[in-house]
């Protein structure tokens, strides 16, 4: 039997010997414990929260990059020279002005660059520039900059870094300026010297692939804080020789799935060997191809200056335009030896959808010396006149000793396939002077192109005056170094610090009503364009002077309480119109006044180019405007506010009743699908359609937006965006984000009528699947009324003189010509096989015509085309040369390039022993020759 225990506090247990009151205060701790674990896990997730804004936040400083580069290389005198409390003494003593500026100069003179890509990957390059101070000076330390520009987002994953991206252990930052623009700056720890003859590299690592030269760009240069900026020499000028030469694999192709190689000579022989044979083109040749030609036999006749006369009641300008080519006389009538204009009705094929407004009918009789031409309206007899002059070959006449033009006898009756037939030049990234504009307008009219599609604005520059807001082009036109942001934007794209390169410049109103009178005689339609909301940097930045200057809010283009981050394209930070305020669509009114007045009286402005393309992902998030906006309209997130957008600037485009255009991926939502169109805007939309890479889901871009009831103008960036390089090499100029081979037969191939057949390669030169071409679907054409033509694009990234504008469009823009205005009769057939051979006979066609004509034809007018590098083989040891237009001249080196020899196909030496031999293209007059080739005897 258990005892009864008595609690009284004599028989009280002693503290800690009660089981039960040890447990109570076990549960006590027990709890205590898990509200502890409670605050630590809430105290963590606030460590949390803070730590992640303040990783976010300007104030922290991103980790730097890890790369196996060795350090700065300094001499070994420099290491025992200074002891510890000198070298500091040394650091903190500044540098004047005058002195800080005598080592500027001394650097930019005597710093030698040297650039190299180390490797490429999928989505990033490691690259490295080394600066080799090459004089006799040691620099001290002061806080140099040196700026360099790189088209890749440098430290991409670190992005943004306002207090600099660390480069390895060196002590040097890498900072974004804007744009492709970058700056090298020491640290305060930096070494207190750069002695003679020490190398300091930098290794860094951007966004996307570098495999050619031309990524690159010149005119770095060094400044300070104090001084005024100087070009490094060793980068100046646009031999680009600082460039180290591309040759490994990794250097050369963007990724390991990479197909592209550059050709060699043998691989180019192939490639031209077909066109090669081709018989010489005939009398009656003409590019682009008319309708229908009916040869009139041998006969043909001359018209001279002294006894032949135009005459004309209709199509005045037309007639006095070929008149004045051919320096002829105007007569009221004549019936022999005379070339007549007359408007009449121009017969065409039946069910045809020919554009009728520009068709024409030449007849050329030399039975009755009389040439006869027919046009429903002025555009057909111009382009009338155009085919003539396409036809005229130099003659002298036995019975006279003035020059002549003959004419072969012949039935010609035309009209093309598209009514709208384009060319955008883009003059903002680089700006194109004048001449250079009126020279295009003349080969744009030569080749029967009738839209100039003039791309004014973009982030880097402002191209024309607006008298009501002149810090557009005070400021907005300019590029320089200019810490005050009150004089010029900064430099891009290898403007250099100064203002007197391709960065700068601007169209005055009477440049620009110039431009459109030259355009309207040669009946082309200038159609403006002022990118918005997105590519705006230019105006933004004008238009932010404009208010520090009046402090009237009334044209901002800014949220001031935007703390949105974005990075464009471009990579700009502040480069999108804010579509919530009112003075964005205050300073669209002013720019929209001023255009119409510029065009009134000379083109009146019917069709305006908005843009709208590439605007950031992240753009206006941080408005509280928009915010403010979306709640009153019940808009949703980004792509809601660009279609409010469109919606607000389209009305005010409806109500001066004009076609306005946009880029094709302005109208997707977030699917890629075209958002409906507007009520009351039918038929006044067009869209442009550029982006036709199959992997990204928009190769079937034309027919969406065609069949959702939008305008369709095809430029697709594979075939006609001739920023693209021509060939896969790293020494060729261009872009590649599209396609690293857009040669004149790529252009030559394409099919506007069935965008399905323009399967090409995919990006890595691979061979397309029907499972990729139709990544993003492949709908129908339902509504085939709505492509209604064709552009080339020509954007000025890598384009900084006008023999590179040139050089990037022509000889290719012929090829595009040709499919603007023709339609071949092999573009409709079915079967694969027998279009190619088709197509290949056509081009052999084409391509001789080019060669043995059009080539020369450009010469004379001042054009510095292309010169292909030519194909070569050996055959038994015998040397044989082609080009991919044949005509075109060659020559060949058996000394290195010591000295040329021109080659003669019908001459045939035999070289067993000659080795490597140096091949080249050159142009009829001698003067400019191709990149040079090797091939090599392995007999």
């Known amino acids: 039997?258990?005892?009864?225990?008595?609690?009284?506090?004599?028989?009280?247990?002693?503290?800690?010997?009660?089981?039960?009151?040890?447990?109570?205060?076990?549960?006590?701790?027990?709890?205590?414990?898990?509200?502890?674990?409670?605050?630590?896990?809430?105290?963590?997730?606030?460590?949390?929260?803070?730590?992640?804004?303040?990783?976010?936040?300007?104030?922290?400083?991103?980790?730097?990059?890890?790369?196996?580069?060795?350090?700065?290389?300094?001499?070994?005198?420099?290491?025992?020279?200074?002891?510890?409390?000198?070298?500091?003494?040394?650091?903190?003593?500044?540098?004047?002005?005058?002195?800080?500026?005598?080592?500027?100069?001394?650097?930019?003179?005597?710093?030698?660059?040297?650039?190299?890509?180390?490797?490429?990957?999928?989505?990033?390059?490691?690259?490295?520039?080394?600066?080799?101070?090459?004089?006799?000076?040691?620099?001290?330390?002061?806080?140099?900059?040196?700026?360099?520009?790189?088209?890749?987002?440098?430290?991409?994953?670190?992005?943004?870094?306002?207090?600099?991206?660390?480069?390895?252990?060196?002590?040097?930052?890498?900072?974004?300026?804007?744009?492709?623009?970058?700056?090298?700056?020491?640290?305060?720890?930096?070494?207190?010297?750069?002695?003679?003859?020490?190398?300091?590299?930098?290794?860094?690592?951007?966004?996307?692939?570098?495999?050619?030269?031309?990524?690159?760009?010149?005119?770095?240069?060094?400044?300070?804080?104090?001084?005024?900026?100087?070009?490094?020499?060793?980068?100046?000028?646009?031999?680009?020789?600082?460039?180290?030469?591309?040759?490994?694999?990794?250097?050369?192709?963007?990724?390991?799935?990479?197909?592209?190689?550059?050709?060699?000579?043998?691989?180019?022989?192939?490639?031209?060997?077909?066109?090669?044979?081709?018989?010489?083109?005939?009398?009656h040749s003409v590019i682009p191809t008319p309708l229908r030609v009916d040869a009139g036999g041998e006969e043909s006749l001359v018209v001279t200056p002294s006894d032949w006369v135009v005459s004309t009641k209709d199509f005045v300008e037309e007639a006095s335009l070929l008149a004045e080519k051919l320096h002829l006389k105007i007569a009221k009538s004549a019936t022999s030896k005379v070339i007549t204009f007359s408007q009449g009705k121009v017969t065409l094929p039946k069910n045809s959808s020919l554009s009728i407004s520009e068709a024409y009918h030449i007849y050329i009789n030399p039975s009755k010396n009389t040439i006869e031409v027919t046009a429903n309206e002025a555009s057909g007899a111009f382009y009338a006149a155009q085919t003539l002059l396409s036809l005229t070959e130099k003659d002298r006449s036995d019975s006279s000793k003035e020059k002549g033009?003959?004419?072969?006898?012949?039935?010609?009756?035309?009209?093309?396939?598209?009514?709208?037939?384009?060319?955008?030049?883009d003059v903002s990234r680089n700006f194109v002077q004048k001449a250079t504009v009126l020279k295009l307008l003349d080969l744009m009219a030569t080749y029967k192109v009738n839209k100039f599609h003039f791309h004014l604005t973009d982030d880097d520059a402002w191209r024309l005056e607006i008298p009501e807001f002149p810090e557009l082009t005070k400021y907005a036109s300019n590029r320089c170094l200019d810490p005050s942001h009150e004089v010029c934007l900064p430099p891009s794209l290898g403007s250099g610090p100064f203002v007197n390169t391709s960065g700068?410049?601007?169209?005055?109103?009477?440049?620009?009503?110039?431009?459109?009178?030259?355009?309207?005689?040669?009946?082309?339609?200038?159609?403006?364009?002022?990118?918005?909301?997105?590519?705006?940097?230019?105006?933004?930045?004008?238009?932010?002077?404009?208010?520090?200057?009046?402090?009237?809010?009334?044209?901002?283009?800014?949220?001031?309480?935007?703390?949105?981050?974005?990075?464009?394209?471009?990579?700009?930070?502040?480069?999108?119109?804010?579509?919530?305020?009112?003075?964005?669509?205050?300073?669209?009114?002013?720019?929209?006044?001023?255009?119409?007045?510029?065009?009134?009286?000379?083109?009146?402005?019917?069709?305006?180019?908005?843009?709208?393309?590439?605007?950031?992902?992240?753009?206006?998030?941080?408005?509280?405007?928009?915010?403010?906006?979306?709640?009153?309209?019940?808009?949703?997130?980004?792509?809601?506010?660009?279609?409010?957008?469109?919606?607000?600037?389209?009305?005010?485009?409806?109500?001066?009743?004009?076609?306005?255009?946009?880029?094709?991926?302005?109208?997707?939502?977030?699917?890629l699908n075209p958002n409906p169109l507007e009520e009351g805007t039918k038929g006044k939309v067009y869209t442009y359609s550029w982006s036709n890479v199959w992997e990204w889901k928009r190769g079937s871009l034309a027919y969406k937006l065609a069949n959702a009831g939008y305008k369709v103008v095809m430029s697709p960036a594979t075939y006609f965006y001739f920023d693209q390089p021509y060939e896969p090499d790293f020494e060729e100029r261009g872009l590649y984000w599209a396609t690293r081979c857009l040669?004149?037969?790529?252009?030559?191939?394409?099919?506007?009528?069935?965008?399905?057949?323009?399967?090409?390669?995919?990006?890595?030169?691979?061979?397309?699947?029907?499972e990729i071409l139709c990544t993003g679907g492949c709908p129908p054409l339902t509504q085939p009324q709505n492509i209604r033509g064709i552009q080339a694009d020509l954007w000025t990234e890598t384009i900084r003189t006008p023999q590179h504008l040139h050089y990037m469009l022509f000889p290719r823009f012929l090829a595009f010509a040709e499919r603007a205005w023709h339609k071949a009769s092999w573009e409709d057939l079915t079967d694969v096989a027998q279009r190619d051979k088709e197509q290949q006979k056509d081009w052999e066609r084409f391509a001789a015509i080019v060669g043995k004509e059009e080539l020369e034809r450009l010469e004379s007018e001042g054009v510095e085309y292309r010169l292909d590098p030519p194909g070569a083989r050996f055959s038994n040891s015998i040397l044989e040369i082609n080009t991919i237009f044949p005509g075109l001249p060659t020559e060949y080196s058996l000394n290195q390039g010591a000295s040329w020899e021109k080659y003669n196909p019908k001459i045939t030496t035999n070289l067993s022993n000659a080795g490597k031999i140096l091949v080249r293209s050159s142009s009829f007059d001698g003067k400019r020759k191709s990149r040079v080739v090797s091939v090599e005897n392995s007999n």
Not at 632 to 650: A, V
Not at 747 to 760: E, I, K, M, Q, T
């Open 405 to 425: 033009h003959r004419f072969p006898g012949m039935n010609i009756t035309d009209a093309p396939r598209f009514e709208y037939r384009g060319l955008m030049l």
């Open 1 to 283: 039997m258990r005892r009864k225990v008595i609690y009284s506090p004599e028989n009280q247990p002693t503290p800690g010997t009660n089981p039960i009151t040890r447990m109570t205060k076990l549960k006590l701790c027990l709890r205590l414990l898990w509200h502890r674990k409670l605050t630590l896990c809430v105290c963590g997730a606030i460590l949390f929260i803070l730590l992640n804004w303040y990783m976010q936040s300007e104030s922290f400083l991103i980790e730097e990059f890890k790369f196996p580069v060795p350090p700065t290389k300094t001499s070994p005198q420099e290491k025992g020279k200074f002891s510890p409390e000198e070298i500091e003494v040394k650091r903190k003593k500044s540098l004047s002005k005058q002195e800080s500026q005598v080592y500027v100069n001394y650097m930019a003179d005597n710093f030698v660059i040297n650039f190299t890509v180390i490797q490429n990957s999928a989505r990033t390059c490691i690259k490295k520039f080394s600066i080799y101070n090459a004089g006799q000076r040691n620099i001290p330390s002061f806080f140099w900059a040196i700026y360099f520009y790189d088209n890749g987002k440098v430290g991409h994953n670190s992005f943004p870094y306002p207090r600099g991206l660390p480069v390895d252990n060196s002590e040097l930052l890498i900072f974004h300026e804007a744009g492709n623009l970058y700056r090298l700056s020491p640290t305060e720890k930096f070494s207190p010297y750069i002695n003679s003859r020490d190398t300091i590299e930098v290794p860094y690592e951007s966004y996307g692939p570098h495999v050619s030269r031309h990524y690159s760009f010149p005119n770095w240069f060094v400044s300070c804080d104090i001084c005024s900026p100087r070009v490094l020499k060793s980068t100046a000028g646009e031999d680009l020789s600082f460039v180290e030469t591309f040759s490994k694999p990794q250097q050369l192709k963007r990724n390991s799935r990479d197909l592209y190689r550059a050709f060699t000579a043998k691989d180019r022989f192939s490639r031209n060997s077909a066109a090669a044979k081709a018989p010489k083109p005939s009398v």
């Open 504 to 671: 700068s410049g601007f169209y005055t109103v009477n440049d620009y009503k110039e431009i459109l009178r030259y355009a309207k005689s040669r009946h082309i339609e200038v159609i403006p364009e002022i990118d918005v909301p997105g590519h705006a940097r230019s105006a933004i930045q004008a238009m932010e002077l404009r208010y520090r200057r009046t402090k009237n809010s009334m044209y901002r283009l800014i949220d001031p309480d935007d703390r949105s981050r974005y990075l464009s394209a471009q990579s700009y930070t502040d480069d999108a119109v804010n579509p919530c305020v009112d003075g964005t669509y205050q300073f669209f009114k002013v720019i929209l006044r001023n255009l119409q007045e510029l065009h009134k009286d000379i083109q009146p402005l019917t069709f305006y180019m908005l843009g709208g393309d590439e605007v950031a992902g992240g753009a206006w998030e941080k408005s509280p405007a928009c915010a403010d906006l979306k709640q009153k309209h019940e808009l949703r997130d980004y792509h809601d506010l660009k279609k409010f957008f469109f919606k607000r600037m389209m009305e005010e485009l409806r109500q001066e009743d004009l076609t306005f255009g946009l880029w094709g991926d302005a109208v997707l939502d977030k699917s």
């Open 743 to 770: 040669d004149s037969r790529t252009a030559f191939s394409f099919v506007p009528d069935h965008l399905y057949w323009n399967r090409g390669r995919t990006q890595d030169g691979g061979e397309m699947t029907d």
